[in-house]
């Protein structure tokens, strides 16, 4: 039933002022929660700025720098166009055609997300050594970061309305035209925000650069403060990489001005009919087949080929089952928190947008761009001086997890009350109830799979996180991906597969649960029906 009657029944007048009359709470609670995520930023001001300006002058002048420069907005281009091209094309094939198997391919083609970023580069390195330098990057990165496209591009698809592409064909254009002027718009959003997660996760990604020996700032970062404990010249050098997330995410805000509206909300949609490929369907199949085979067989062979070799190994070796128990404790943990605390933000920037909503939200994502090492320091620096107790505890490894990962809660959340009509809470409202009331048993539900989108995502990407991990574990505690990096670090991949195989099971169903809440239920076209 449409919510445009009881709209008008309210008036938009009585609306408005209830939309004036926000609460000083949610601003407060917001607000709160964004300081306590932008702590990492205000650690890396404070550290470079005890050099003093003349230091930092002479830091960011070395030639080091113009190449790590280069290093990194080369990579982070490319890596980001070719998920973009991959990731449409594959969520159009199985979207809006009549290619065999689907669901199917649906599935697997989201499954590299279940792989971790390091896992991915141990595969590919392993097995074929001369995977090194850019374009073992640009091949190990586009593999696993192409999902983060492809599954909002498919949502948006499956969800799209055909009048839209019927009207574009009753004026006379062709297949191509259509494409290209009336549906790829409207998976602009989608896109754009796919584009702006890879873009943050390589400017902040250190593990499988290391294994293919490619030096951007992340794997700088990590030298300066693992080898020579410089903090300071470490901390300049994140500056650069803020800055770099400040302009992609002014670049995606950008494309969000001029990309305009694309759901007529209040109106009913249906899907559009799949398109017919003919003598395509053979060559898409195959196409679809190489990627799947590409990004997902090539883990697969990887590691079952290093567990069946064995498991010898130089160091001592440890409880896999212990390790598990304790990623999944910490993992699960963290992801609650983190889509806790993206709830106020999120319904902060729905409810009332502004300049405070839309600063919060972008301070917010520019956290996923520092490396996990300066996120971990970070953590480090505030316990020592403000929550002593906690140093070295389970405590601290939490907050981390919760910083490096609240954009991803942050960006579910907000796709998920996106999809909310505006003024189903006044609506709510008008009849007494209370805003806490409103929240949940009105507001909460409405947006349940984006909360649980949230969840999956933090949990799945906590339990494959390496860098910060390293440093902020507690003592005499180990997780999958510590083990997994002790055992590679020494060459000893047959020891190194079984951690890499957990890692991958435990993130499987949460990557399933991801791609089920994102796309949500097939809807039948009329040929299907």
Not at 159 to 169: N, S
Not at 256 to 281: C, F, I, K, Q
């Amino acid at each position: 039933m449409s919510d445009q009657p009881f709209l008008k029944a309210i008036g938009p007048a009585a609306l408005r002022r209830r939309a004036s009359g926000a609460p000083f709470a949610l601003p407060l609670v917001a607000a709160a929660v964004a300081v306590v995520v932008c702590c990492p930023l205000v650690f890396v001001a404070m550290q470079a700025g005890q050099s003093g300006w003349a230091s930092v002058r002479q830091l960011l002048g070395r030639p080091l720098v113009t190449t790590l420069l280069w290093h990194t907005v080369e990579l982070t281009v490319t890596v980001t166009a070719a998920t973009l091209v991959i990731g449409f094309c594959a969520a159009f094939l199985t979207q809006r055609t009549d290619i065999p198997g689907r669901r199917v391919f649906t599935v697997l083609l989201a499954m590299p997300l279940a792989v971790p970023e390091f896992v991915h580069g141990y595969c590919w390195v392993s097995l074929f050594p001369s995977v090194q330098g850019f374009w073992g990057a640009v091949l190990v990165m586009t593999t696993s970061l192409y999902p983060l496209v492809f599954l909002p591009a498919a949502a948006t698809l499956r969800r799209g309305d055909a009048a839209t592409e019927e009207v574009a064909r009753s004026l006379g254009h062709g297949r191509w035209h259509i494409l290209w002027r009336v549906t790829l718009p409207q998976t602009r959003p989608a896109l754009a925000g796919g584009a702006l997660l890879v873009s943050l996760y390589l400017l902040g990604e250190y593990g499988a650069f290391a294994m293919v020996r490619y030096t951007t700032f992340a794997t700088a970062i990590y030298t300066q403060f693992e080898t020579s404990f410089d903090t300071v010249s470490a901390s300049v050098l994140a500056l650069v990489l803020i800055v770099l997330a400040v302009l992609v995410i002014g670049a995606e805000a950008g494309a969000g001005r001029r990309r305009g509206r694309v759901v007529r909300e209040g109106a009913a949609t249906r899907p559009a009919d799949p398109l017919r490929l003919g003598r395509w369907t053979a060559p898409a199949v195959v196409g679809l087949a190489a990627l799947v085979g590409t990004t997902l067989g090539v883990p697969v062979y990887a590691l079952g080929y290093w567990l069946a070799k064995g498991n010898s190994s130089t160091l001592p070796s440890a409880s896999i089952w212990s390790a598990t128990a304790t990623t999944a404790g910490y993992a699960l943990v963290s992801a609650a928190i983190a889509t806790a605390a993206a709830v106020p933000v999120a319904l902060l920037a729905w409810r009332h947008p502004g300049h405070l909503s839309v600063g919060i939200v972008r301070l917010a994502y520019l956290t996923r761009a520092l490396p996990g090492i300066a996120v971990a320091l970070a953590v480090v620096f505030f316990a020592i001086r403000y929550a002593t107790p906690w140093y070295q505890q389970p405590p601290m490894l939490v907050a981390g997890y919760v910083v490096l990962f609240f954009p991803l809660a942050l960006t579910a959340v907000r796709a998920s009350l996106a999809q909310v009509p505006h003024g189903v809470e006044d609506v709510a409202r008008s009849l007494g109830r209370r805003r806490l009331v409103v929240l949940g048993r009105v507001t909460l539900p409405l947006i349940a799979p984006g909360l649980a989108a949230s969840f999956a995502m933090v949990a799945l990407t906590a339990s494959t996180e390496l860098t910060a991990t390293l440093l902020l574990h507690p003592t005499g505690t180990d997780t999958l991906a510590t083990r997994f990096w002790s055992y590679t670090t020494g060459l000893a991949y047959g020891a190194a597969a079984p951690y890499a195989a957990m890692m991958t099971a435990l993130s499987v169903p949460a990557v399933v649960l991801l791609t089920r809440r994102t796309l949500g239920p097939a809807r039948l076209s009329k040929e299907e029906a």
